[in-house]
T-cell receptor, first 121, second 114 residues
Framework: GAVVSQHPSRVICKSGTSVKIECRSL??????MFWYRQFPKQSLMLMAT?????????EQGVEKDKFLINHASLTLSTLTVTSAHPEDSSFYIC?????????????????FGNGTRLTVT | EDQVTQSPEALRLQEGESSSLNCSYT??????LFWYRQDPGKGPEFLFT???AGEEKEKERLKATLTKKESFLHITAPKPEDSATYLC???????????????FGAGTQVVVTP
C-alpha cells in the first residue's frame, strides 16, 4: 500500500534555531504533498500545500517565512521551521495522495506520515 | 465555510459493547467523506471513503454509513485494540484549489476496556 515516511519522529530544539522535517512518499510519486499541524485534542489544521517544482501555497494565517517548504523532487517535501519559538511546539504531519489508486484522484484519500513532535525549549 | 463536528468527544466502552460515532458536516457540495483512525503519537491511518448518501463501507468490526448531513462509524463488538481517536474529514467540490483541503473534525477518543 501507499506509504508516507516522515523524519524525524521527535525533535527538541532551542528557541531561535531552525528545524527541518522531511516527508517522503516511498512507493509512489507525489507532485503535491500537504503539511498539517495538530494541537492536543484538536483537529488537524492544514498549513500549506507543497507543489513539486513550484512555490508552496500557504493557508491564511500561516507565516511563509516561518514555515519554509521545499518540494525538491516527486518523492520528497521538506518543512523547515525557522527561528523556532516555544509556541511553534506542536505535532506536524505530512500527507500525500497515491494517484495510482483512483482515476478520480482529486477525491482519493490522503495518506499520512507518522508525524513529527517538535518541542522548542 | 465547511464545518465538521464529531460526537461524542470521548467514548468509553466495555469489550463487546457496540456503539456508534457521529460526524455531522456542512459543506456546499460533498466530494468525499473520509474516516481515519489515529493512535497516540502517530499520523492518521485511512479507514474509509464515502462519496454519496446511502453508501456504506465495512472493515472488520467497523462500518461507516453516510447521509446527506452526517456519517456514522459503527463499532461492533469492539476489542481493546480498537482503542484510538477516530477522525472524520470532508472534502468539498468548491474549487480545484481545495483538492488538499480536508476539513477535519476534532475526533472521538474511544477507549475499549477488557
Amino acid at each position: 500500500g501507499a506509504v508516507v515516511s516522515q523524519h524525524p519522529s521527535r525533535v527538541i530544539c532551542k528557541s531561535g534555531t531552525s528545524v527541518k522535517i522531511e516527508c517522503r512518499s516511498l512507493d509512489f510519486q507525489a507532485t503535491t504533498m500537504f503539511w498539517y499541524r495538530q494541537f492536543p485534542k484538536q483537529s488537524l489544521m492544514l498549513m500549506a500545500t507543497s507543489n513539486e517544482g513550484s512555490k508552496a501555497t500557504y493557508e491564511q494565517g500561516v507565516e511563509k517565512d516561518k514555515f519554509l517548504i521545499n518540494h525538491a523532487s516527486l518523492t520528497l517535501s521538506t518543512l523547515t521551521v525557522t527561528s523556532a519559538h516555544p509556541e511553534d511546539s506542536s505535532f506536524y504531519i505530512c500527507s500525500a495522495r497515491d494517484w495510482r489508486r483512483n482515476k478520480f484522484s482529486y477525491n482519493s484519500p490522503l495518506h499520512f506520515g507518522n508525524g513529527t513532535r517538535l518541542t522548542v525549549t | 465555510e465547511d464545518q465538521v463536528t464529531q460526537s461524542p468527544e470521548a467514548l468509553r466502552l466495555q469489550e463487546g459493547e457496540s456503539s456508534s460515532l457521529n460526524c455531522s458536516y456542512t459543506v456546499s457540495g460533498l466530494r468525499g467523506l473520509f474516516w481515519y483512525r489515529q493512535d497516540p503519537g502517530k499520523g492518521p491511518e485511512f479507514l474509509f471513503t464515502l462519496y454519496s448518501a446511502g453508501e456504506e463501507k465495512e472493515k472488520e468490526r467497523l462500518k461507516a454509513t453516510l447521509t446527506k448531513k452526517e456519517s456514522f462509524l459503527h463499532i461492533t463488538a469492539p476489542k481493546p485494540e480498537d482503542s484510538a481517536t477516530y477522525l472524520c474529514a470532508v472534502q468539498s467540490v468548491e474549487t480545484t484549489d481545495s483538492w488538499g483541503k480536508f476539513q477535519f473534525g476534532a475526533g472521538t477518543q474511544v477507549v475499549v476496556t477488557p
